[in-house]
């Protein structure tokens, strides 16, 4: 079947493309609003973007003619924590993705105890095995066919990495067992981590090339 995503409604154009490109990163957001209410939200159009310098990216979608509120926090506040999803907190995680106003503490709705962060000022989901602090960089508006921005990409920064000392092997290698990173799949399916396996990267022949 060959497929024209321009003539697919939004909803099949959306469950075709997130079923495609997979796994996806969860990326467990916690910020803050001007007034210093949190909020924590799963956004999986999220992944790493550079090591060097260390950058990340998260696309946000609107609510209605508005930003969500992770949007609008961090334009209000440019800080975040992006909390690992490891697989003993994938009730929690999705317990936080609930449609909600503003000021409304998803720590409380999902039963979690927020944690200081070292760096900025948003607090991180203290039982997540993993955090990364980052500041924001900068954001690029993608923009419909009929020109309106319905979704916005935030580039930002990492400054601070927390690692739970049980998951690392020194100097800063993860283990990615104990770490049980959960993804995102399409619709309500998720994925659990599964099989490891290494293959070397190739090289040409002595003399060839």
Known sequence: MDIDPATLTARDRHLLLTALVVPRPIGWISTLDASGRPNLAPYSFFNLVASSPPTLFVSIGQRGDGPKDTLANLRATG???????????????????????????????????????????????????????????????????????????????????????????????????????VARLAGTAYARFGEVFSVPRPAVPEGEG
């Open 79 to 181: 800080e975040l924590v992006v909390n690992v999803v490891s697989d003993h907190l994938t009730a929690a995680m999705n317990a936080s993705s609930v449609e909600s106003g503003p000021g409304h503490d998803e720590f409380a709705f999902a039963g979690l105890e927020a944690a200081p962060s070292a760096v900025v000022r948003p607090p991180r989901v203290a039982v997540a095995r993993a955090h990364l602090e980052a500041r924001v960089v900068d954001e690029v508006a993608v923009t419909d066919d009929d020109g309106v921005a319905r979704n916005h990409v935030v580039f930002a920064r990492i400054v601070h990495v927390h690692v739970d000392d049980a998951i690392i092997t020194p100097p800063h290698r993860i283990d990615m067992a104990a770490l049980a990173p």
